[in-house]
Nanobody
Framework: QVRLVESGGGFVMPGGSLKLSCTAP????????VGWFRQAPGKEREMVSC????????LDADSVRGRFTISRDDAKDMVQLQMNNLKAEDTAIYYCATSATFCAFSSGYFRSWGQGTQVTVSA
């Protein structure tokens, strides 16, 4: 298990932007696939975006393609999710998770999970 810490969530108006960060204080993310998932109240957890180890191969959900961008900052050993043009339906708790294999839409491939950060999009 890898301890993961998310940051950057908050409250934003529709059309606004937020940038989430995922770090592993006791490990390195460089050799892991890192995914961002989200779960809204009453809904199942869904994969939003994922980046394979070494980058730049990414996997994105249709609902966020063109608005969200996942990237690695190797100098800081973190993975970030830039979220632009946010919509009310993006409101959810966002989790980062790691996979020792590769990116996938299924959460079953991801073994370690962070505690999540709340993103609220509302007027």
């Amino acid at each position: 298990q890898v301890r993961l810490v998310e940051s950057g969530g908050g409250f934003v108006m529709p059309g606004g932007s937020l940038k989430l960060s995922c770090t592993a204080p006791d490990y390195t993310l460089k050799y892991l696939a890192v995914g961002w998932f989200r779960q809204a109240p009453g809904k199942e957890r869904e994969m939003v975006s994922c980046i394979n180890s070494g980058g730049p191969t990414t996997l994105d959900a249709d609902s966020v393609r063109g608005r969200f961008t996942i990237s690695r900052d190797d100098a800081k050993d973190m993975v970030q999710l830039q979220m632009n043009n946010l919509k009310a339906e993006d409101t959810a708790i966002y989790y980062c998770a790691t996979s020792a294999t590769f990116c996938a839409f299924s959460s079953g491939y991801f073994r370690s999970w962070g505690q999540g950060t709340q993103v609220t999009v509302s007027a």
